[in-house]
């Protein structure tokens, strides 16, 4: 089935929030063979949303509205629904009975958090609505599966706040079309890293073109590539891992050596998976990356583990205080070098005493860049005790993605070293 | 003029992430007076594309795409954008120059990242394409202006990632529209800590609801408050800050006191600045937000004429050895206490020889708490030569949130020193 989303809401569309209800929706509809097509925001207008509500019911067979459930003149959605499916609002005694409930639970929580006359108008839903219950908010959602020009539609109305309307989607909707559908749908996701999407696809292209089912789909993030792996299956006769390993099979001989995850997941849990079950301890010396790599990993709750701590060695006089790097070093081969990288690394390591200190040192610029070494230009150290070595790179693009990058390359530096050992 | 967003890639539609771009221009546009009344996301197939395109047309005046640049099979934008407006591809040397470029700078970050024959479709542009140079990706951007059905018409195109995406939107397109104007639109932005914006809004819903022009829009951000207060002037013959002068009179009346910026503009560049002009050299100590305190400063360029570095001290050992917090403190008080805060804050200030130490210690979460100290509890010290200080906080929120609270909390607390010190 083919599903639009239309969120309703002038807010959105003055750029205050974004809509993560529409990519919530959509990453699970699939799950229960609802594909969505199209996302749609709208302001808090009448005429302008009735006439997206036509075209949606025009061009999918399930129409999502998200947003304009609430007290308010702005809000419109029900109003508008129904007279776009030609329904009468009906008033609903149990939903009102709810809404109190709801007021009499959280009236402690804030002051203003008062019921007004405005609420009654929230207890009207079109006729012939599947009531969906709120138990976070007082905006009930409903299902309402409706004849338009012959063919049979479904529109849902969900509350707009995020903690409102996906617990209502999980426990509702989605329970809603599972139950409808034959058709099971499953996806692997193959993350890499070390390769561009276009050397990707052009090493894949012939697998994408030939493969109606798995589909094979690229996605691009910031220094990695992505691709999501999606086979159909009847739920009664077909086993989905069988549709997806000859496929998966291809792939993993192709790119196999650049893929660092099967599943959608990020580098840093990746590394941090690997660092803790397999003990490794780390610290990290960071300068032109300033703290954000010791940021990154430890985003990941549990790194206390193995992370013990890091120093953002940002001048000269840090650097040689507190991580010994030699001042000799420093003059003769600047701060941004192979060896005062390899230094950094070291005296983390061992200020530290950790198995492995990584150290970061570049010119993040805007400014910086000296004749020799361009704005771009990082060195990313790795100690253990047994070795101590570094890497060149020139990164192009702004001060955050150049900082960014060489967090991700110090990080897959590092989750291969975790790789490597036995 | 009216526009409309159009977002072009399946990945939107599967939920893999969200229409940030969408979102970025629709609070930036009406600075140029373009406003926007609808956002669309279609996937990447060229007929319902091109059904989205003709049908933004018909309904708004500036159509602008994001998305679909790319080099793959799968980047429909031009070549649909071209056939909806009945306009020629037309091959771009430069542009072919400037792609190779690009991967000669940053050829040597990954083996794999080189140019293939896909990268030429990317020279290509719909005939009378005003070029918009992409400093930061291979995928150039355009403006064409044509007429359609006796309408002039805009379209924009740009390219999906917001770091390729934001720069180009800002440095041409803004300026595109505000070059075209008659009616010219001055903004000033006020920013605020420390108030909420059902607060901030109760406390000027008055002067909000009375306002025509300028037109007063309120604004929320994870911590922070804005309002956008926005004036139209003729640019012949009136004055935009004769407008604006009253309203922000009284709003600075009744929301002085949290107003850090009168530009939109975040605390850490407020901060930054205040820092540099008065030469008042800082270092940090950091536990929870685990370096994320340093990388937040160290975005700003030229910090490093009074940032000397951080200590993340993740564990104990390191809040020992390395800051020289006493044994006993962390015996007797714990890692997350007040005690600890202020020996942090003193240690990294001795240890850097700054004028300024900030500390940050908390319990982030999800785990880590104990009965007598919630997840969120976080303590910030702040130490000078005269005094050494703690504040403590107990934030809401998961993990990120908790993190994130902290770091705008301890700017917040380094930016009012620097604003006391004459």
């Known amino acids: 089935m083919k599903a639009e989303i239309i969120a309703v809401g002038t807010e959105l569309l003055m750029g205050q929030i974004n809509n993560t209800d529409a990519s919530?929706?959509?990453?699970?509809?699939?799950?229960?063979?609802?594909?969505?097509?199209?996302?749609?925001?709208?302001?808090?207008?009448?005429?302008?949303?009735?006439?997206?509500i036509n075209l949606a019911?025009?061009?999918?067979?399930?129409?999502?509205?998200?947003?304009?459930?609430?007290?308010?003149?702005?809000?419109?959605?029900?109003?508008?629904?129904?007279?776009?499916?030609?329904?009468?609002?009906?008033?609903?005694?149990?939903?009102?009975?709810?809404i109190k409930a709801y007021f009499e639970i959280t009236k402690y929580n804030s002051r203003n958090t008062i019921m007004t006359t405005n609420n009654e108008k929230q207890a009207y839903y079109p006729e012939g609505s599947l009531i969906l219950p709120n138990k976070?908010?007082?905006?009930?959602?409903?299902?309402?599966?409706?004849?338009?020009?012959?063919?049979?539609?479904?529109?849902?109305?969900?509350p707009g706040p995020p903690w409102e309307m996906e617990p209502m989607f999980d426990e509702y909707v989605i329970e809603h079309f599972k139950k409808k559908n034959s058709e099971g749908l499953k996806s692997v996701y193959l993350k890499m890293f070390g390769i561009g999407e276009s050397a990707m696809e052009t090493l894949i292209s012939d697998i994408i073109s030939s493969q109606t089912n798995?589909?094979?789909?690229?996605?691009?993030?910031?220094?990695?590539?992505?691709?999501?792996?999606?086979?159909?299956?009847?739920?009664?006769?077909?086993?989905?891992?069988?549709?997806?390993?000859?496929?998966?099979?291809?792939?993993?001989?192709?790119?196999?050596?650049?893929?660092?995850?099967?599943?959608?997941?990020?580098?840093?849990?990746?590394?941090?998976?690997?660092?803790?079950?397999?003990?490794?301890?780390?610290?990290?010396?960071?300068?032109?990356?300033?703290?954000?790599?010791s940021q990154m990993l430890t985003d990941v709750s549990g790194i206390s583990n193995v992370f013990t701590g890091s120093v953002v060695a940002y001048s000269n006089e840090v650097k040689e205080n507190i991580l010994k790097v030699k001042h000799s070093t420093?003059?003769?081969?600047?701060?941004?070098?192979?060896?005062?990288?390899?230094?950094?690394?070291?005296?983390?390591?061992?200020?530290?005493k950790t198995e492995i200190g990584i150290s970061i040192t570049g010119i993040a610029g805007p400014?910086?860049?000296?004749?020799?070494?361009?704005?771009?230009?990082?060195?990313?150290?790795?100690?253990?005790?047994?070795?101590?070595?570094?890497?060149?790179?020139?990164?192009?693009?702004?001060?955050?993605?150049i900082r960014y990058y060489s967090c991700l390359h110090a990080m897959n530096i590092l989750r291969l070293y975790a790789l490597s050992k036995g």
Chains 1, 2 share one sequence.
């Open 214 to 293: 798995p589909t094979i789909a690229p996605y691009a993030k910031k220094g990695e590539v992505m691709l999501r792996i999606t086979a159909r299956y009847d739920k009664q006769t077909d086993d989905a891992d069988k549709i997806l390993a000859p496929v998966l099979d291809m792939l993993y001989k192709r790119l196999g050596q650049y893929i660092y995850a099967d599943i959608d997941i990020e580098m840093k849990d990746v590394t941090a998976k690997l660092l803790i079950e397999k003990d490794i301890t780390v610290s990290f010396a960071e300068s032109c990356t300033g703290g954000m790599f």
């Open 57 to 98: 019911l025009s061009r999918v067979d399930v129409v999502v509205l998200t947003g304009g459930l609430g007290p308010t003149q702005d809000d419109l959605t029900k109003e508008t629904v129904a007279k776009a499916l030609g329904l009468k609002l009906i008033f609903h005694k149990n939903i009102l009975a709810d």
């Open 136 to 158: 976070n908010g007082t905006a009930a959602g409903c299902i309402i599966e409706h004849q338009v020009d012959g063919f049979m539609k479904t529109v849902i109305l969900l």
């Open 330 to 352: 420093l003059e003769n081969y600047g701060a941004v070098s192979s060896k005062t990288a390899v230094e950094m690394a070291e005296g983390i390591r061992k200020l530290c």
């Open 367 to 401: 400014t910086g860049a000296t004749p020799n070494k361009p704005v771009g230009r990082v060195y990313i150290g790795i100690s253990s005790e047994k070795v101590t070595e570094s890497y060149e790179y020139t990164f192009s693009g702004n001060r955050d993605k």
């Open 24 to 52: 919530y929706m959509s990453k699970k509809f699939p799950e229960c063979g609802v594909f969505v097509y199209y996302h749609t925001v709208v302001g808090d207008n009448a005429i302008r949303l009735e006439n997206c």
